[in-house]
């Protein structure tokens, strides 16, 4: 589902940022919809992410029951395990519920 493409320059570090501010989930507990924004940072090696699926596969948190832990983890894993990059960060800062903003942050070592 996670598509890649050969790094144009694999000899070089160099860092991609993407976000994505309009990101959904489902709080498993509440049934009610979480917003947040996901930005992803990775220095790739020799693949990188392809956006269209990327785009794609995030719709699909749309309608699952997840907490935000687990769909920032879920996020890491899929996306290293798809292009291996030499690092790589995912963030999620979500709104705020009940007055309380969360943001987690997951590395690959």
Do not use: W
Not at 32 to 58: A, H, M, N, Q
Not at 85 to 104: D, Q, Y
């Amino acid at each position: 589902m996670l598509e890649t493409f050969d790094n144009p320059r694999p000899e070089r570090d160099y860092e991609i940022e993407i976000v994505c501010p309009e990101f959904t989930s489902v709080c498993p507990k509440t049934g009610l919809p979480d917003f947040g924004t996901i930005t992803i940072r990775y220095v790739p090696d020799k693949r990188c992410v392809e956006l269209k699926s990327l785009k794609y596969y995030l719709g699909e948190f749309r309608n699952r029951g997840i907490f935000y832990e687990a769909a920032v983890n879920a996020i890491l894993d899929d996306l290293a395990t798809a292009c291996e990059p030499r690092t790589m960060t995912i963030e999620g800062a979500f709104t705020a519920r009940g007055g309380i903003t969360t943001k987690v942050v997951a590395k690959t070592p």
